[in-house]
């Protein structure tokens, strides 16, 4: 709920309520992102039975939403013992009921969607836009079809083949391709044109959202909670890399938490080739 935190302006330090579905600063023209700081310190997560809300205390929810899982986080003994590691740990997001994960799309993205579908303000009449290859777009779409949120997705035509469903999404859930041979980034780009249209719809935000961030921040809630102190290492695949921000932004309140550690982990990036945006660009030295 909006009074268990405030945002902040990454940037200047400004610290400023939340009137609603805020991306950025309202009085800030530069370029920045915005984080919540919450009252609570401490986080409460022993109730399993909450899915990923066992988290809440640290996720700018207004409401709780059905069926919502959490990541898990094992003990590994193969992986470990092949790499010689005595202290390996796996945090897993996706579905694998034998080790209680029952994230149903098989992806880390429900993370993100059940936070930021919680996260939209009682009232809201709008229709959430979101772009997406494939797993995001599941995801939403499948919190939005049982919560009954309208969503309006964007997809790549030749990704179409990505976006399988164990049921028909509801109607309240609507999907508008891009031409055969574009992308994500022309999917985002057709979005951005609709959004445009503030009366009707509103943008999920991706990395600007705050709710985004610290949902795929519950991995290192899992991890850290599970282990009983911060990571020393925190691996992890990465697109765009939202995830390492919301990692980094977990680690931090955890360390404010007291209970599990004061070090910053050493967070290790990884990415597939083709697709190496960060990579590039920090052998490159350059934003382009």
């Known amino acids: 709920m909006a009074e268990a935190y405030v945002l902040q302006n990454c940037a200047t330090g400004r610290v400023f309520e939340d009137s609603g579905w805020l991306l950025s600063d309202p009085r800030y023209t530069g370029h920045s992102l915005i984080r919540a700081l919450y ?9 399993h039975d909450k899915g990923i809300y066992r988290f809440a205390d640290w996720m700018p929810v207004n409401r709780i939403l059905k069926d919502s899982a959490a990541p898990v986080t094992y003990k590994s003994e193969g992986l470990a013992s092949h790499l010689g590691l005595k202290n390996l740990y796996i945090t897993f997001s996706g579905y694998w009921p034998e080790r209680g994960a029952f994230m149903k799309t098989c992806s880390f993205k429900e993370t993100e969607a059940y936070s930021v579908c ?3 303000p009682e009232g809201e009449k709008r229709t959430m836009v979101v772009a997406s290859a494939g ?21 790549p035509y030749d990704n179409l083949d990505t976006l399988w469903f164990n049921k028909e999404p509801d109607p309240c859930v609507q999907s508008v391709c891009s031409p055969p041979g574009t992308d994500y980034f022309d999917a985002i780009e057709l979005s951005n044109t609709i959004c445009e249209n503030t009366n009707r719809y509103f943008a999920e935000g991706g990395a600007k959202n705050i709710a985004r961030r610290d ?7 899992s991890a850290t ?3 009983g102190r911060i990571p020393d290492y925190y691996f992890q695949a990465v697109g765009s890399g939202t995830g390492v921000i919301a990692a980094w932004e977990a680690n931090k309140r955890l360390i404010g938490d007291g ?11 990884s990415q597939n080739a083709p697709f190496l945006p960060i990579y590039e660009a920090w052998k490159t030295s350059g934003r382009e």
Do not use: W
């Open 39 to 47: 009252h609570k310190k401490q986080l409460h997560y022993s109730d």
């Open 118 to 120: 919680a996260h939209i």
């Open 215 to 221: 949902g795929m921040g519950t991995t290192v809630l």
């Open 135 to 155: 797993n995001t777009a599941r995801a939403f779409a499948k919190v939005c079809s049982e919560n009954k949120i309208p969503l309006l997705l964007f997809v």
């Open 259 to 269: 209970r599990f550690g004061n070090h910053l982990m050493r967070l290790v990036a």
């Open 225 to 227: 909670t599970f282990i």
